[in-house]
């Protein structure tokens, strides 16, 4: 299985900061990794996919990065709905795995 | 717009089998577009991929989980679902269904709980 490590497993921010997630895979994934955002009880949402697509309807805030085995995920101009937990997901190859979770508190 | 609803019980006995539904709205489970799934969240906990059913009872499963998983659908109810069986505590979680489209979950229902407990 290809495992996936999320830094840092939290991080503190204020609304207007800018903040970066990173995500790293132990094989190169070709960018297959795609983001979530979950508040707490509810599903999560897709942010990303494909390392850097924004999916519809996210704020053009978010963006993502990375190749190889190495991502981020940046959010800039924190607004107060984006503190959150967020998730890195590889699709590279099954079974798909998730990383452990960042959580965003304000 | 797609959309998902998960049902069944809350609460599983240990050594018994979970059984889950999820109707879904707004797509097929029958075309070839998304691959139908389940995951699930233990409490404080990360998510883990369950497995999914594509087109034609296509199936693939967690291989950690797939000696005990069966993920089946029903194209004239528009559902698929899940059956774990003999289920400990470990399992106990919400349970998320969830359309997979070019391998990212698109889109997903609310969750259920779900307890193995006696």
């Known amino acids: 299985d290809i495992q996936v490590t999320q830094s840092p497993s939290s991080l503190s921010a204020s609304v207007g900061d800018r903040v970066t997630i990173t995500c790293r895979a132990t094989?190169?994934?070709?960018?297959?990794l795609a983001w979530y955002q979950q508040t707490p009880g509810k599903a999560p949402k897709l942010v990303l996919y494909?390392?850097?697509r924004l999916q519809s309807g996210v704020p053009y805030r978010f963006s993502g990065s990375g190749s190889g085995t190495d991502y981020a995920l940046t959010i800039n101009s924190l607004q107060p709905e984006d503190f959150a937990t967020y998730y890195c997901?590889?699709?590279?190859?099954?079974?798909?795995?998730f990383g452990q979770g960042t959580k965003l508190e304000l | 717009q797609v959309q998902l609803q998960e049902s069944g019980p809350g609460l599983v006995k240990p050594s018994e089998t979970l059984s889950l539904t999820c109707n879904v709205s707004?797509?097929?489970?029958?075309?070839?577009?998304?691959?139908w799934s389940w995951l699930r969240q233990p409490p404080g906990k990360g998510l883990e991929w369950i497995g999914y059913?594509?087109?034609?009872?296509?199936?693939s499963y967690n291989p950690s989980l797939k000696s005990r998983v069966t993920i089946s659908s029903a194209s004239s109810k528009n559902q698929f679902s899940l059956q774990l069986t003999s289920v400990t505590a470990a399992d106990t979680a919400v349970y998320y269904c969830?359309?997979?489209?070019?391998?990212?979950?698109?889109?997903w229902g609310q969750g259920t709980p779900v307890t193995a407990s006696s």
């Open positions: 059913i594509y087109y034609g009872g296509i199936t």
């Open positions: 094989h190169d994934i070709s960018s297959s």
């Open positions: 494909a390392a850097s």
């Open positions: 707004g797509a097929s489970v029958s075309s070839k577009t998304y691959y």
């Open positions: 969830a359309g997979l489209f070019h391998g990212h979950f698109d889109y």
């Open positions: 997901q590889q699709y590279y190859s099954l079974p798909y795995t």
